[in-house]
């Protein structure tokens, strides 16, 4: 039935001179074949290599699409958020990438990653204070020193924590 509309189609809408072409042979078939959607380990990979040749906003781009499909799939977007508060940071634009920041250790707080979350808080906290937003600086430190008392955290957690709060 669709190769006949699709043929109807054709006749009606084609010039005089292709139409008795068109009627002859039937046009074919168009089977829709979805390309598997681009994994985000590719636009990480982008966003790497825009970052090596200096263009921030094509990596700020492949950053957040990342993450959105990171959030899109349910995981926390943790690679492709710390790497779009770093580029934000060399743009300048240190409150959005506090804000980036804050936003991350939120979602790994409501999915009970306590790792990310304060790793997250960690930045979050200094990027704040750097911005002058230095209320939600203490904030940020207030949730760093209540999660650093859980013993649940990794060693690699608190060096990483210890390394950005000297």
Do not use: C
């Amino acid at each position: 039935m669709l190769p006949i509309l699709l043929a109807a189609a054709v006749v009606i809408s084609a010039p005089a001179q292709l139409r008795a072409v068109d009627v002859a042979r039937p046009a074919p078939v168009v089977v829709s074949t979805r390309t598997p959607a681009v994994d985000d380990n590719e636009h990480i990979a982008k966003a790497r290599k825009a970052l090596e040749v200096g263009d921030f906003d094509m990596a700020r781009r492949e950053f957040v699409i990342a993450a959105a499909l990171d959030r899109d799939a349910g995981r926390l977007p943790t690679e492709a958020v710390f790497g779009l508060a770093n580029t934000l940071y060399s743009l300048s634009y240190t409150r959005e990438a506090a804000i980036v920041m804050n936003r991350l250790a939120e979602e790994a707080s409501e999915a009970g990653d306590k790792n990310t979350e304060a790793k997250a808080l960690a930045d979050a906290m200094w990027l704040n204070f750097e911005s002058g937003q230095r209320v939600q600086g203490r904030a940020d430190g207030a949730r760093l020193r209540t999660l650093l008392k859980d013993s649940s955290l990794s060693a690699s957690t608190k060096e990483y924590v210890k390394s950005r709060t000297r």
